[in-house]
């Protein structure tokens, strides 16, 4: 423990003190762990603690799931960084601009999806009075499954409206 202004502070936290202070659930700190996204050591009576940097970590990790960033790619993140000390500002510096990009793909998409969501999709069921107009004789289909206009493969643009 450290001493700062007359209060003890503790080096490490137990599971409890993350869950309380980070308001995650214990049960989900064990599964961060178990994912490898954060780590603990293990007292004499083999019971978790945690640096005082998952503190920040485990905010990171949060704010980047809110942001619809898989657990697999936050994970793969951070597993460059060194889990020996707190994130630097310089960390979330490099993690925020590449999540920034994967966010901002995202935004696209999904302000695509949202612009054509009462309109044709490419299903293929000609239903829609807008379908013959925007994939005559189920053009589209040749594309392969699924609704076409959503997610055009790469590299093939969107039929132009009949």
Not at 41 to 66: E, H, T, W
Not at 117 to 122: R, S
Request: proline residues 6%; glycine residues 10%; contains cysteine.
């Amino acid at each position: 423990m450290n001493k700062d202004d007359g209060h003890e502070i503790k080096r490490e936290l137990t599971v409890g003190e993350v869950a309380a202070r980070s308001g995650v659930a214990v049960s989900t700190l064990h599964f961060y762990e178990n994912k490898g996204l954060i780590r603990s050591n293990r007292s004499r009576g083999n019971q978790r603690r945690y640096p005082r940097g998952v503190l920040r970590r485990v905010a990171v990790i949060k704010v980047a799931q809110r942001t619809g960033i898989p657990l697999s790619e936050i994970q793969s993140a951070l597993s460059v960084l060194p889990d020996d000390r707190p994130l630097t500002v310089e960390d979330w510096g490099k993690l925020s601009k590449s999540w920034r990009q994967q966010l901002d793909e995202r935004i696209a998409k999904l302000t695509a999806l949202r612009d054509q969501l009462t309109g044709c999709i490419g299903c293929g069921c000609l239903s829609m009075r807008d379908c013959p107009l925007r994939n005559p004789y189920d053009v589209l289909g040749t594309e392969g499954a699924g609704p076409r206009l959503i997610e055009p493969a790469d590299g093939v643009s969107e039929p132009e409206p009949g």
